[in-house]
């Protein structure tokens, strides 16, 4: 059975920083493509940033650009979100995903597996 379980959410003043854990187990984690996405209230999912299966490449949201950081631990089957100068507008629940292939790695509808998301709430 796969389970991605995401950790690390809370209130976090602006200007703050944050580290979102995503564990993964029950699949070959180094095989699989990870993204993160969030989802603010009344909005759609987005794509936030993802991770190659080595973690050499690096991919984000112009929204985050500069600020965010994904990274992988392949040999502890977890991805990392490193959020740095938080803005209000980053508040949201946020979901790591998993998807075998590449393939539009910014559409949520390309990955196979969700985690159940952790909740980043902003304050300024």
């Known amino acids: 059975q796969v389970q991605l379980v995401e950790s690390g959410g809370g209130l976090v003043q602006a200007g703050d920083s944050v580290r979102l854990s995503c564990a993964a187990s029950g699949l070959t984690f180094s095989v699989y493509f990870v993204g993160w996405f969030r989802q603010a209230p009344g909005t759609e999912r987005e794509f936030v940033a993802a991770?190659?299966?080595?973690?050499?490449?690096?991919f984000y949201a112009d929204s985050v650009k500069g600020r965010f950081t994904i990274s992988r631990d392949n040999a502890k089957n977890t991805v990392y979100l490193q959020m740095n100068s938080v803005k209000p507008e980053d508040r949201a629940v946020y979901y790591c995903a998993a998807q075998r292939s590449v393939y539009r790695i910014d559409n949520s509808r390309s990955y196979d597996y969700w985690g159940q998301g952790t909740q980043v709430t902003v304050s300024s």
């Open positions: 991770v190659s299966r080595s973690g050499s490449g690096t």
